[in-house]
């Protein structure tokens, strides 16, 4: 059974950093193009950053560029969400997703496979 397991979410002062995991089971993260994304209450979900399958081509938010970085281990089979100066506006709860395709995107109709979310906090 395919499956996308999500952690590393918590509550952290503006400023700090958190490391968000993907963890897959039942496939290869190698062959799928990971994204990640985000919903804020009352706001729609939106792309934060994603994979390609192969080389490995990024994307990211222009909110989040410089800060957030993604990278994908094979051998664990889990993409990373590092993300570093947090700010208040990054608090949500944040979602992996797969999408069986070559090169990176942020449309999420384009995924298939979401994991459960994980809540970030960011709050002095």
């Known amino acids: 059974q395919l499956q996308l397991v999500p952690s590393g979410g918590g509550l952290v002062q503006p400023g700090g950093s958190l490391r968000l995991s993907c963890a897959a089971s039942?496939?290869?993260?190698?062959?799928?193009?990971i994204g990640w994304f985000r919903q804020a209450p009352g706001k729609e979900r939106e792309g934060v950053s994603c994979?390609?399958?192969?080389?490995?081509?990024?994307k990211y938010a222009d909110s989040v560029k410089g800060r957030f970085t993604i990278t994908r281990d094979s051998a664990k089979n889990t993409v990373y969400l590092q993300m570093n100066s947090l700010e208040p506006e990054d608090a949500a709860v944040y979602y992996c997703?797969?999408?069986?395709?070559?090169?990176?995107?942020?449309?999420?109709?384009?995924?298939?496979?979401w994991g459960q979310g994980t809540q970030v906090t960011v709050s002095s």
């Open positions: 994979i390609s399958s192969g080389v490995g081509s990024t």
């Open positions: 997703a797969a999408a069986h395709r070559w090169g990176p995107t942020m449309r999420m109709d384009e995924y298939t496979y």
């Open positions: 039942g496939f290869t993260l190698d062959y799928y193009t």
